[in-house]
């Protein structure tokens, strides 16, 4: 039986111009602004393609619009372009998302590499479907707080998805949030 995804969990967009679309994206359908930055140079992931990225909500999941601005050559590059960058899935437990990477392998379909961290700081694996549309397949993406901002995360680093310790990998999340509320805490007091 097949790994059923959860739900579509964001879209990836290449745009021309990052303060207009924010603007469209906000002021036009209320949509409301988690994050944006400029990407490092040396960055892996997305960067490689991406020069700035906007993350916009409608709720309290850290983004349901990736919106970013490509490197100047990267339309040239295949599989990049203005429009669609990529489709993202949510799968409902760390276990069904391994069984959909192992299913993914046992059936020869283009695993393009498997991440950890940036924006919504998720466990993910990014394939190829037979067209070549990039796609992400997720658990366990961040939530915005009472407070309306992201919680701090590592850089965007690859992984081994089949050696990864889900369980560390929430204990350190949570650790880090902790210590960024308190340290949140003792800025407003003093």
Same mark, same amino acid.
């Given at each position: 039986?097949?790994?059923?995804v +959860?739900? !579509?969990?964001? !879209?990836? =967009?290449a745009?021309?111009?990052?303060?207009? %679309?924010?603007r469209f *994206? %906000?002021?036009?359908?209320?949509?409301?602004? %988690?994050?944006?930055?400029? @990407?490092?140079?040396?960055? =892996?992931?997305?960067?490689?393609?991406?020069?700035?990225?906007?993350?916009?909500?409608?709720?309290t %999941?850290?983004?349901?619009?990736?919106?970013?601005t490509?490197?100047?050559?990267?339309?040239?590059?295949e599989?990049?372009? *203005?429009?669609?960058h990529?489709?993202a899935? +949510? !799968?409902?437990?760390?276990?069904?998302? /391994? +069984?959909? @990477?192992?299913?993914?392998k046992?059936?020869?379909v283009?695993?393009?590499?498997?991440?950890?961290?940036?924006?919504?700081?998720?466990?993910?694996? *990014?394939?190829?479907?037979? $067209?070549?549309? /990039?796609?992400?397949? *997720?658990?366990?993406?961040?939530?915005?707080?009472? $407070?309306?901002?992201p919680r701090? @995360?590592?850089?965007?680093e690859? !992984? $081994?998805? +089949?050696?990864? $310790?889900?369980?560390?990998?929430l204990a350190?999340?949570?650790?880090?949030?902790?210590a960024?509320?308190?340290?949140?805490?003792?800025?407003?007091?003093?």
């Open positions: 039986m097949a790994v059923a +959860e739900k !579509i969990g964001h !879209i990836g =967009i745009v021309r111009d990052m303060e207009r %679309t924010i *994206y %906000t002021e036009v359908l209320g949509l409301r602004l %988690t994050e944006q930055f400029e @990407y490092p140079e040396d960055e =892996i992931g997305h960067g490689v393609a991406v020069t700035a990225g906007a993350f916009v909500r409608c709720d %999941t850290h983004h349901c619009i990736s919106i970013f490509l490197k100047q050559g990267a339309e040239e590059v599989g990049v372009g *203005y429009g669609l990529h489709i899935f +949510e !799968i409902a437990t760390p276990e069904r998302l /391994l +069984e959909l @990477y192992r299913e993914f046992s059936r020869g283009e695993i393009v590499n498997a991440r950890r961290g940036g924006p919504g700081n998720q466990p993910r694996f *990014y394939a190829r479907d037979p $067209d070549g549309n /990039l796609l992400e397949f *997720y658990w366990g993406i961040d939530h915005i707080g009472w $407070d309306g901002r701090p @995360y590592p850089p965007i690859e !992984i $081994d998805l +089949e050696s990864f $310790d889900f369980e560390a990998f350190q999340r949570e650790q880090d949030a902790a960024a509320q308190e340290q949140a805490s003792g800025d407003r007091v003093a």
